[in-house]
């Protein structure tokens, strides 16, 4: 985010705070480089862009705002200049965060999170964009083991091959089988290996990651959860703070005639 010239001098950031009647003091987040936006008690960075919300009176602004930076701020940078010391107390704002196999399986536990709560309650296979209705199964087979679903085969298609192919869990039905037929595990990719962490796996899952957040972030305020359809549109767009004040959609802008509370699973 550009920075924003009308809020680079300290008086009109503390000017900014005039009507401020949250915890947090106003006095150091002006010090801090922050700005009153207007919109509740969210504050942000004249330079960066960093906002903020829900500050306590016992936080510190400067110490939140290094915190949570996560791109090169000037004012931030400036102030590092005026006091050596200031990156030895604080952690490094700039550098990059270590991978490791802790990191990766807490994203993956996110990951998971996220893509249940747009995933078909029904089906357990495509994305849930239906308010209320129930999901069509169509060809959708399922395994009676493992729970994997198969759709669109086609006649050549040999489902035991897909099955084997497909399956990321262990299956007792395959399991079963593969005693039956000692040469089947040869013929075919092993289906009970773990796929081996990698740092390739680890930067998919952070995009992932991301896309399905914002999927269910409010299109407003950027940081609550999004559970206000908007209609006629049918945009799942704003959380309940910022839905009762819509009146134009912040996704396609058209006119909200109604809106409906939803809850995601």
């Keep these: ?64 705002h290094i915190k949570n930076c996560t791109s090169s701020c000037a004012f931030l940078n400036e102030l590092a200049g005026e006091h050596q010391d200031l990156n030895a107390e604080e952690p490094d704002i ?27 309650k029904v089906c357990r296979e495509r994305q849930a964009i239906i308010l209320l209705l129930p999901c069509r199964y169509h060809d959708l087979v399922r395994c009676y083991a493992c729970g994997l679903g198969l759709r669109y085969l086609n006649a050549d298609d040999d489902p035991l091959s897909e099955h084997i192919k497909n399956c990321t869990s262990s299956c ?14 040869a013929e075919e990719p ?29 299109k407003v305020c950027r940081e609550r959860q999004a559970i206000i359809l908007l209609l006629p549109c049918s945009h799942l767009a704003a959380c309940v703070q910022c839905g009762s004040n819509l009146s134009i959609c912040p996704v396609c802008s058209r006119p909200v005639v109604e809106t409906i509370k939803t809850f995601l699973g």
């Design 94 to 120: 700039s550098g990059a965060i270590e991978d490791t196999e802790d990191e990766l399986e807490q994203l993956e536990e996110q990951n998971d999170r996220l893509r249940e709560r747009t995933t078909c």
């Design 172 to 185: 007792a039905f395959l399991n079963e089988l593969a005693g039956e037929h000692q040469d089947l595990n």
């Design 1 to 64: 985010m550009p920075e924003s010239n009308d809020f680079k001098e300290l008086d009109n950031r503390i000017r900014s705070f005039a009507n401020w009647s949250y915890l947090s003091d106003s006095s150091k987040l002006a010090n801090a480089g922050f700005y009153a936006t207007g919109y509740h008690d969210l504050v942000r960075c004249y330079a960066c862009g960093l906002g903020l919300r829900y500050l306590n009176a016992d936080d510190d602004p400067l110490s939140e």
């Design 190 to 218: 092993d289906i009970s290996g773990a796929i081996e962490d990698t740092e390739d796996e680890l930067e998919q899952l952070e995009e992932q990651n991301d896309r399905l957040r914002e999927r269910t972030t409010c």
